[in-house]
Nanobody
């Protein structure tokens, strides 16, 4: 069974917003740093955002800085990615990921991965 399950993807026009959710199967993930990655057709997976275990530190790729916000709700074992001012180049499959160290996420690795949710931004 999946340890992380994403939802909230869909089709949106440029300039619109979407909120992605990633539900963890266990309270164990409250002790993990969480992150979001994306992969567009024909391209490599890239880092999007991450949040430390404590939730006090967040990290963003330059391409989404100021537009996307990562947050977590430990009571719900859920991590969110609020995406505003979406651009066609944001179109990709978005994956959530978890690891004990946020530095690992920043390097593009993780111990746990979700199956992904499609985000399509039309021009």
């Amino acid at each position: 069974q999946r340890q992380l399950v994403e939802s909230g993807g869909g089709l949106v026009q440029a300039g619109g917003s979407l909120r992605l959710s990633c539900a963890a199967s266990s309270r164990t993930f409250s002790s993990y740093a969480m992150g979001w990655f994306r992969q567009a057709p024909g391209k490599e997976r890239e880092f999007v955002a991450a949040i430390s275990m404590s939730g006090r530190s967040t990290y963003y790729a330059s391409s989404v800085k100021g537009r996307f916000t990562i947050s977590t709700d430990n009571t719900k074992n859920t991590v969110y990615l609020q995406m505003n001012s979406l651009k066609p180049e944001d179109t990709a499959v978005y994956y959530c990921a978890a690891d004990r160290g946020v530095g690992v996420l920043l390097q593009g690795q993780a111990d746990y991965w979700g199956q992904g949710t499609q985000v399509t931004v039309s021009s």
